[in-house]
T-cell receptor
Framework: EPEVTQTPSHQVTQMGQEVILRCVPI?????FYWYRQILGQKVEFLVS????????KSEIFDDQFSVERPDGSNFTLKIRSTKLEDSAMYFC?????????????FGSGTRLTVV | SQKIEQNSEALNIQEGKTATLTCNYT??????LQWYRQDPGRGPVFLLL?????KEKRKERLKVTFDTTLKQSLFHITASQPADSATYLC?????????????FGRGTSLIVHP
């Protein structure tokens, strides 16, 4: 069964450093998303991406964050100047349509720890 | 502002019984509602999508209802098994004035005892 692949599975970074989280969405999907989940809290939407541009973003997704699809397969989330409160699980998801009958397919996540 | 409420207390049931989980939402009228399963340290896994014009949807042992008057969705697992133990998330979205990005509730933890 096709899956969304995220790397690395765990990233530890110093406060103030930049990190890039990587995702390979399902190949025939056109819509891509980043969500995050702080430990013990709910899954929160960050950004959606379609046709090489951001289609929607939440209040969390400020100037510190950026997304990119550098080639035909990868989808990345960059966090500039990380803060302690950026520590969370970051999930990438993809879908074939904006309102997909089969929902979003999520990756297993990258656990980001900012120290 | 839009609010999604799922029972924060874990639901403990015996194997073979039916589990019923509740999702209430306020201050908006979503046109769609998804249910996901999440295991510890893993990403959500899609289970079912129900539309506002569908009262009920079934998939194997799962059943979802969507009551737009009560602003509530119920998620049922019949003949529950210990392997069904997980956190279940509801995600309403769409509708007039609403975003078409699913917004997740905090989830309800289900524990099925053998």
């Amino acid at each position: 069964e096709p899956e969304v692949t995220q790397t690395p599975s765990h990233q530890v970074t110093q406060m103030g450093q930049e990190v890039i989280l990587r995702c390979v969405p399902i190949s025939n999907h056109l819509y891509f998303y980043w969500y995050r989940q702080i430990l013990g809290q709910k899954v929160e939407f960050l950004v959606s991406f379609y046709n090489n541009e951001i289609s929607e973003k939440s209040e969390i997704f400020d100037d510190q964050f950026s997304v990119e699809r550098p080639d035909g397969s990868n989808f990345t989330l960059k966090i500039r100047s990380t803060k302690l409160e950026d520590s969370a699980m970051y999930f990438c998801a993809s879908s074939e349509a904006p309102i997909p009958d089969y929902g979003y397919t999520f990756g297993s996540g990258t656990r980001l720890t900012v120290v | 502002s839009q609010k999604i409420e799922q029972n924060s207390e874990a639901l403990n049931i015996q194997e073979g019984k039916t589990a019923t989980l509740t999702c209430n939402y306020t201050n908006y009228s979503p046109a769609y509602l998804q249910w996901y399963r999440q295991d510890p340290g893993r990403g959500p896994v899609f289970l079912l999508l129900i539309r506002e014009n569908e009262k009920e949807k079934r998939k194997e042992r799962l059943k979802v209802t969507f009551d737009t008057t009560l602003k509530q969705s119920l998620f049922h697992i019949t003949a529950s098994q210990p392997a069904d133990s997980a956190t279940y998330l509801c995600a309403p979205y769409g509708g007039a004035g609403g975003s078409y990005i699913p917004t997740f509730g905090r989830g309800t933890s289900l524990i099925v005892h053998p």
